[in-house]
């Protein structure tokens, strides 16, 4: 008995969160905005699509059918962002927690990873070219996904190394 209490409180619990989450998609400013019916009350729609990889497809397809403006995932007032959070002393607290990781060290010990993603980019352009059949007018490649991938690479290489030779230049100056 016992334990089928708790059960039927634990479900009543969850309703009463959906519930809440209704009815603040109900009075919310957002309510005008289209996009699936489902992302405005979870955000497992977004979860399932993400997962599978889909998304960037879907979020294309939306735009196309919605317009410019689209809600494609459920507001949450409790989750908030680094870069939109208005808060000064969380939004230091939170920055302090990442600037290790962008640090010039840490962006140069990433530059091996970059080289080997570069030489990875490099053999899948060539085995997808090598693959296409003679006379059919090329290979079928995405290149938005790959540039985008590139684009984020050469970023860090060339922040590591145009840094590094700034500060070797600075150093040189110093000594003489």
């Known amino acids: 008995m016992h334990a089928g209490f ?28 289209p996009g699936p019916f489902l992302a405005r009350f979870t955000r497992l729609w977004f979860l399932y699509k993400s997962y599978h990889g889909s998304f960037h497809l879907e979020n294309i397809e939306m735009h196309m059918n ?18 939109a959070d208005r808060d000064s002393k969380r939004h230091a607290e ?6 290790n990781m962008y640090s010039l060290s ?29 006379g059919s007018g090329g290979a079928e490649l995405d290149i938005g996904h790959w540039r985008n991938v590139m684009l984020s690479m050469s970023l860090v290489t060339s922040h590591t190394r145009n840094v590094s030779e700034f500060s070797m230049r600075a150093k040189t100056r110093m000594a003489s």
């Open 6 to 33: 708790s059960l039927w409180l634990m479900l009543a619990l969850a309703l009463c969160v959906r519930l809440q989450d209704i009815w603040r998609t109900c009075i919310s400013r957002l309510r005008s905005i």
């Open 66 to 83: 919605y317009g410019p403006i689209v809600l494609w995932k459920h507001p949450d007032p409790k989750i908030f962002t680094l870069f």
């Open 94 to 99: 939170t920055r302090r927690k990442f600037q």
């Open 106 to 134: 840490s962006l140069k010990s990433y530059e091996p990873y970059v080289d080997e993603c570069a030489e990875i980019f490099k053999q899948r352009f060539h085995e997808t070219v090598s693959r296409a059949r003679p």
